[in-house]
């Protein structure tokens, strides 16, 4: 049995801290993955999961149709268009490189598929700076995105609710979610087909582009939005599984 090859890409990030003790100020850095609640949940026999951190998708993201046609699913998860857009090539010599975003549109197109996980970096994200806004990203994805900041944090908790629970992806799983706290604001497209929402908004919404498929998931795969009590739920994985099933048409 062929494995689905699946490209996940973000959930990666560097701190820099500057700590102060008294007369004296020193410096530390940190590097931090959020990786592992999803590759936990989609690293098994029928998947091959393959994860790029965020510092490494300027330089090793595809960069040609056949890259790309190695995986049937490509996640984008808390990394900005920048860094799709920006090799090293591009940003550091000026030497004219293929365009990955809209290599992402063909790859669509053409019978791949691409899921969209929130965060502060994707979508638009905090400041705008995840810059996704009117890229054929936003083109193929079953939303439509703010020109602004599109965080809608939610403190207090929200609970999201199943508008189909028959569809392949939310079927088997129970009407009560566990609580996030937040998500990207967005508007669901005509064309698209709404299964989760809260307050109005698309939580989870799919669409069907050309051959391919797409998937957004507005609120997130891991902390600070996706709580503990849904990373470590029974029917976590059991959901993303599902998701990316039917985005690979299997």
Request: net charge negative.
């Amino acid at each position: 049995m062929k494995k689905t090859k699946i490209l996940f890409a973000g959930e990666s990030w560097h701190s820099n801290i500057t700590e102060g003790k008294g007369f004296n100020f020193f410096s530390i850095g940190i590097y931090e993955e959020a990786v592992k609640w999803i590759k936990q949940a989609l690293n098994t026999s029928e998947f091959d999961f393959v994860y790029l951190p965020s510092h490494k998708v300027p330089a090793e993201f595809p960069k040609s149709k056949e890259a790309l046609n190695e995986f049937d699913v490509i996640i984008l998860s808390d990394v900005g268009a920048d860094s799709l857009l920006l090799s090293p090539e591009t940003f550091q010599q000026s030497i004219r490189m293929p365009n990955r975003i809209k290599l992402i549109k063909d790859f669509v197109y053409n019978g791949g598929s691409l899921c969209m996980i929130g965060g502060y970096l994707t979508f638009q994200g905090i400041d705008a700076k995840g810059r996704y806004h009117n890229t054929e990203i936003e083109e193929i994805l079953p939303i439509k995105m703010s020109a602004y900041d599109d965080r809608k944090e939610v403190p207090e908790g929200f609970n999201l609710e199943l508008s189909d629970i028959n569809h392949p992806i939310t079927k088997n799983i129970p009407k009560k979610w566990p609580y996030f706290l937040g998500y990207n604001k967005l508007e669901l497209k005509e064309d698209a087909k709404l299964l989760a929402e809260y307050d109005g908004d698309p939580i989870i919404s799919v669409a069907e582009f050309g051959e391919g498929r797409t998937m957004a998931f507005a609120s997130d795969c891991a902390p600070h939005w996706g709580s503990p009590e849904f990373c470590e739920w029974e029917y976590y994985s059991v959901f993303w599984q599902q998701a990316v099933r039917w985005l690979a048409n299997n």
